[in-house]
């Protein structure tokens, strides 16, 4: 079964800044996704960013970007000029391609943007 | 263009109670699934539809029975509802393939 663990439960930043958050993850399947979700107060599920494991550039999505590395079983998110609005649970989340493709969420990091 | 809708938003439940809790999707999807969350564990799979008739385990589905008559409903039932199932409730679909995920709004449910 997979797993996926975010190690760092709470994270706050000055508005403006760069912050990175961690997520690992085990499998021994092959072909999958890699996903970050932003979770603001109003309990939504957003999908911020998502990664192919087949595909070696990391993925970008204007102020978001990811650091995947396969081989270590490792994808952070890093949010560069991070705005109030950045404020929100982060949840990472891992897919099979293969069967039902459930989602496996990790744990999620509350991130507070500072102003 | 509703995409995913769960009702109701909030209930509270005494210990011993049952319902039923409604996702009602517009969007054709084959897979539904239904999720809690609960503070410091993400969210974690309870169970899920790849289509009409049929239903799965997750992770986590005692104390919850589902159905999926329709292709565009699931529904997510408690028998007897526990304290330890106070928790909020995300009910999601998708297209196979290589789609995304509609979420709903979520339930929160409080047993007392």
Redesign the interface.
């Known amino acids: 079964a997979q797993t ?1 663990t ?1 190690s760092q ?1 709470e994270m706050s930043v000055q508005e403006a800044e760069t912050v990175t958050l961690s997520c690992t993850y085990d499998t021994s399947e092959n072909n999958y ?1 890699l996903f970050w979700y932003k979770q603001p107060p ?4 957003i ?1 911020v960013i ?1 990664q192919e494991a087949y595909k070696q550039q990391n993925a970008t999505e204007n102020r978001f970007s990811v650091n995947f590395q396969k081989a270590a079983k490792s994808f952070s998110l890093k949010i560069s000029d991070s705005q109030l609005g950045d404020t929100a649970m982060y ?1 990472c989340a891992f897919m099979n ?1 293969q069967g ?9 990091t509350r991130l507070t943007i500072n102003p | 263009n509703a995409g995913v809708t769960q009702t109701p938003k909030f209930r509270v439940l005494k210990t011993g109670q049952s319902m039923t809790l409604l996702c009602a999707q517009d969007m054709n999807h084959e897979y539904m699934y239904w999720y809690r969350q609960d503070p410091g564990m993400g969210l974690r799979l309870i169970h899920y539809s790849v289509g009409e008739g049929t239903t799965a385990k997750g992770e986590v589905p005692d104390g919850y029975n589902v159905s999926r008559l329709k292709k565009q409903n699931f529904l997510l039932g408690l028998e007897s509802a526990a304290p330890s199932q106070t928790s909020v409730y995300f009910c999601a679909s998708r297209r196979p393939g290589l789609y995304g995920y509609t979420f709903g709004s979520g339930t929160r449910l409080t047993v007392v």
């Open positions: 996926v975010q439960p996704y109003s309990r939504q599920m999908l998502r949840f391609i039902a493709q459930k989602l496996v969420f990790g744990q999620g």
